[in-house]
């Protein structure tokens, strides 16, 4: 039933746009020309980051990031490689008891974010650090696209939570 309503209102938004004498139209008939596109439009968080290159800072393969200042968040661009989007992350062994968030997404339409469930790791997961050392991980779906990382140093929500003494991020070929 939803279907055939759908497709009704889909033919009544053509028609409606036919005006062979160019009259006005009412504002009933753009609504459901709006509601429409809306309905179809994908939907999802989008980061501005992936059409404007100003609003994230490129990063090349084997160059380390590290976050000094508390409180830091900072985003990064790139473009993966074929097998995927590899990366290390260092931790100081103050963590769990610091602060510090991960976000990759793909540039594709919505952002596709990283999860444990897309992530390889071979210590900790993709949410759940690696404290005192470094993690390797790998996301295959990745792979061929432009990247976002977004990696903040201090969690505003979590006041109690101090910034870690060691963060560090590195893009991997």
Not at 2 to 25: A, G, N, Q, T, Y
Not at 60 to 85: H, Q, W, Y
């Amino acid at each position: 039933m939803k279907l055939v309503i759908i497709i009704l209102l889909f033919v009544l938004s053509f028609v409606s746009c036919v005006d062979p004498e160019k009259k006005s139209r009412s504002n009933a008939q753009g609504f459901f020309v709006i509601w429409f596109e809306t309905l179809f439009r994908s939907s999802g968080y989008y980061d501005p980051a992936c059409d404007d290159p100003n609003r994230a800072s490129p990063i090349t393969f084997n160059s380390p990031i590290s976050l000094a200042v508390s409180n830091e968040s900072k985003k990064f661009r790139l473009d993966s490689g074929p097998n995927g989007f590899r990366y290390s992350f260092t931790l100081s062994s103050d963590y769990p008891g610091c602060g510090v968030m991960l976000f990759v997404s793909d540039c594709n339409r919505p952002n596709v974010f990283a999860t444990n469930t897309t992530t390889q790791c071979d210590s900790g997961t993709f949410k759940d650090f690696f404290p005192g050392g470094t993690q390797t991980c790998i996301i295959p779906s990745f792979g061929n696209k432009v990247v976002i990382v977004n990696l903040q140093s201090y969690l505003n929500s979590q006041p109690n939570l101090t910034k870690c003494s060691t963060i560090t991020f590195e893009a991997l070929p």
